[in-house]
């Protein structure tokens, strides 16, 4: 069955250690010129972790914050953000901090240590930005979500470790909407809550299972700028699109085509281009596996990072959703 | 028997029992099995429940690499996971068995995923028949591709596959180079699996790897009769096996592997006929062999107890274990199979089709300063649950205890762990040397500490 409300647009990515291209990707963010910052996680044992910065047409440009515990590296990142003014915030899972850079990839700063007091973290996973420009960061490990200023100042927080409504068990992705909502991927307890800017539970979305409306480990939650909403259900190994009242819409289970990176290893590699044929798994190859995160564009494009097919699969929004 | 010296023979036969069946267990651990009693115990290890471990998706979460693992390295996280906090340990150990024995080497598959899904089905049907074990390593993917028999066609047969079932996995052959079947048996059972192969998977360069699967090509498989150890008809490679698995010699072959792996580097030839004698009665069934030889006295006599030296699988993961401080799957958990590979076992990635050769050949001076050095350091982390509990165990022996009782009480919080005379009286000598240095210079959880690591780097220590 087609999709209803999307079509697929085009795929960047190839599997790669370094430079053009990807290796697990798990965030993927635009800055203000549209261009895209993918954060390969890859296997920290294997140094391959980075941010890449390229062009929606696979224009590979450069990249920062590889392997390392100094100043300006990173060692397990797990999920950026861009402030207003394209800076870019990396969170750590290892070191247990965030670092900011410029757009240009600079170090400018970086700040956090393990523990559970204010402004301390146990493995930080997503962060979103809000309308005044502060972070918000999900305290993985700590069941909490932490609130910043750009610096790292410690302003407030709000969760504890649980599963009753309003309680967080292992949860991962944020998202902040355009009222400064706050969206978080709860992650082991199969939902989406949604809170006030000061942490008071708004509503929750879905359950556990295999069925529309239903996820398996949610990694990532993204609403869109007219309020629609994206789930990376991860374990599913698909994106769910819900309205804004969370009526489900649309599941997108991948559709990637060759990627211009891969088309053109394949070019210079007839012999791998021949076992690929041999293998004929082209359907197998167009489906997500393990989809983290997900970004959208005012103009409707949908950036999906495929974690384990390195690369990011678009779509492009072909009806405005409408709420039920 | 007084009451208090069978407890300490129920702690010691326990505790050897988990260091074989499994990779040994803290002393609270052995405390609740001996509780249990030990035949008990001994079923509970045989019969683990099935099932996913709850944990997988924390696994998953934080090496999203080992996920969709490329290489046996990329691999490595997942299988350290298991080994260092299954409570399933017997399952571990026979996946680790025959990992070891229907060994596929890494090097030339460099799948990793496939390695992962080799090591699952050695869990999921490692304790069952040996009949339905060499069915379904015949039908695994990554063992066909391992042994060229993609390569095997009809009219033009590979025979590396035939000839490996039989010399390394069943039948063996003796120290001459002989064997119970004939070079015509290895180019029969070539031929029988022609057609038994590995479907073609796109290249992992661009998207990552696939699932590898097998695939039988029904039009590629030699259809004609075949004489194969005395008997002739039309045999396909599951006739092999059925062949094959009702020879005395498959059965001796696995009762000396069983026996070696499970209860002694050296080989009593008793035990091993009456293990090939219950392999004919129960059709090669693992379970019940190794139900007897946990339960044989034999097995629990002081003969065989710390007289087989720890793989390095054994030793990282035994230590691990012991140390408990893995709650959440962390960097370093993941690197705990690089501590073996230091050591000489390259988990996931066997040197060859003979797997490792096991025994004293563990030990040289590189490998020994390795063990010695990951058991200290492990050892040495105070703050890790293990550590902490075996601290509070020595501190509730007593205050004032003297050396012999100090010595004594360490070792039993390591998991009632024995020593050589020798090694125990320069342990003895040490902590006197405590008595006699200034009063508060050293508090005793640094000399139980010190003890701790003292003991792990012994070289009884090397044994299990």
């Not at chain 1, 021949?274 to 103009?299: H, I, M």
């Not at chain 2, 996280?77 to 025959?98: D, G, H, N, Y």
Request: charged letters at 25%; hydrophobic letters at 35%; a negative charge.
């Amino acid at each position: 069955m087609g999709l209803e409300n999307f079509s697929y647009s085009h795929t960047i990515g190839i599997a790669s250690f370094q430079g053009r291209g990807f290796m697990n990707p798990v965030d993927v963010r635009l800055d203000s010129r549209g261009l895209v910052f993918v954060l390969s996680r890859s296997n920290a044992g294997n140094k391959d972790v980075r941010v890449s910065v390229q062009t929606q047409d696979s224009e590979y440009l450069y990249e920062f914050g590889r392997w390392g515990t100094e100043p300006g590296q990173t060692t397990q990142p797990t999920a950026i953000a861009l402030d207003l003014e394209d800076r870019v915030y990396v969170t750590d899972e290892f070191m247990n901090n965030v670092t900011a850079f410029d757009r240009e990839g600079q170090f400018v700063d970086r700040w956090g240590e393990f523990g559970t007091g204010p402004g301390e973290f146990n493995r930080p996973s997503g962060i979103a930005i809000d309308s005044e420009g502060n972070l918000h960061v999900v305290d993985h490990l700590n069941a909490r979500v932490q609130k910043l200023t750009p610096d790292g100042g410690f302003i407030s927080s709000f969760g504890t470790f649980g599963t009753a409504p309003g309680q967080f068990n292992f949860p991962w992705g944020i998202s902040i909407d355009r009222e400064d909502g706050i969206w978080i991927a709860d992650w082991r307890n199969d939902r989406i809550q949604r809170f006030t800017p000061t942490g008071e539970l708004v509503s929750t979305l879905g359950s556990s299972g295999r069925d529309d409306g239903q996820f398996d480990r949610p990694s990532g939650v993204h609403v869109a700028s007219d309020g629609t909403v994206f789930v990376a259900d991860w374990r599913n190994d698909r994106v769910q699109v819900f309205a804004g009242d969370g009526a489900h819409n649309e599941t997108l289970i991948g559709d990637a085509t060759l990627s211009k990176w891969c088309q053109e290893f394949l070019d210079v590699n007839p012999e791998q281009a021949g076992w690929r044929q041999n293998a004929g798994l082209f359907e197998q190859e167009k489906r997500f596996w393990r989809p983290s995160a997900v970004e959208s564009t005012n103009d409707g494009l949908v950036f999906i990072a495929d974690s384990c097919r390195h690369r990011i699969q678009i779509y492009r929004r072909v009806h405005a959703l409408v709420a039920t | 028997m007084t009451t208090v010296a069978r407890t300490r023979k129920d702690v010691a036969v326990v505790a050897h029992l988990l260091r074989r069946a499994g990779f040994g267990a803290t002393r609270d651990q052995i405390d609740q099995y001996v509780a249990k009693g030990y035949e008990e115990t001994v079923e509970e290890l045989l019969n683990p429940r099935v099932g996913q471990p709850e944990d997988q998706d924390l696994m998953d979460r934080y090496f999203i690499a080992s996920v969709e693992a490329r290489s046996p390295g990329h691999a490595d996280p997942q299988w350290s996971w298991r080994l260092a906090t299954s409570e399933k340990p017997l399952e571990e150990k026979i996946a680790l068995f025959w990992h070891g024995l229907l060994a596929v080497g890494g090097v030339k598959l460099d799948h990793g995923l496939e390695m992962l899904t080799e090591i699952d089905l050695f869990r999921r049907v490692g304790l069952g028949s040996f009949r339905n074990i060499l069915f379904e390593i015949s039908r695994n993917p990554g063992m066909m591709y391992w042994l060229d028999n993609q390569n095997s066609h009809k009219g033009a047969p590979n025979e590396n596959y035939g000839r490996e079932l039989l010399e390394l996995f069943s039948m063996g052959i003796d120290d001459l180079g002989g064997g119970a079947y004939t070079e015509d048996d290895v180019k029969a059972a070539a031929r029988a699996f022609t057609g038994w192969a590995s479907k073609p998977t796109p290249p992992p360069f661009f998207l990552g790897p696939f699932p590898m699967e097998f695939r039988f090509d029904a039009s590629d498989h030699d259809n004609d009769e075949k004489s194969f150890l005395g008997e002739t008809g039309n045999f396909n490679g599951e006739d092999i096996i059925d062949i094959i698995v009702k020879k005395r010699a498959s059965a001796h072959f696995i009762a000396m592997r069983l026996y070696l792996f499970f209860v002694s580097d050296e080989p009593d030839e008793g035990e091993i006929e009456r293990l090939t004698d219950l392999f004919q009665e129960t059709d090669g069934d693992i379970r019940s062999m190794l139900r007897y030889i946990f339960n044989s006295d034999h097995f629990k006599s002081a003969d065989v107890r710390f007289r087989k030296v720890k793989s390095p699988a054994e030793l990282v993961f035994g230590t691990a274990r012991l140390t408990d401080r893995f709650d959440i799957p962390d960097m370093d958990s993941s690197m705990l199979a690089n501590q073996s590979l230091f050591m000489g076992q390259h988990l996931l990635n066997p040197p060859g089709v003979e797997g490792w050769h096991e025994g004293e050949e563990w030990v040289d001076s590189g490998s020994l300063i390795e063990r010695v050095n990951f058991a200290a350091s492990e050892l040495g982390r105070r703050d890790s649950h293990g550590v902490r509990r075996m601290l509070d165990r020595v501190g509730s022996a007593g205050d004032d205890l003297e050396p012999e009782e100090f010595v004594e009480a360490c070792l039993d919080a390591l998991g009632s762990i024995e020593l050589s005379p020798g090694s125990k009286t320069v342990l003895v000598e040490h902590a006197a040397q405590y008595r006699s240095a200034v009063s508060g210079t050293v508090d005793g959880t640094d000399r139980a500490v010190e003890m701790f690591q003292l003991i792990v780097s012994t070289p009884d220590y090397q044994y299990c």
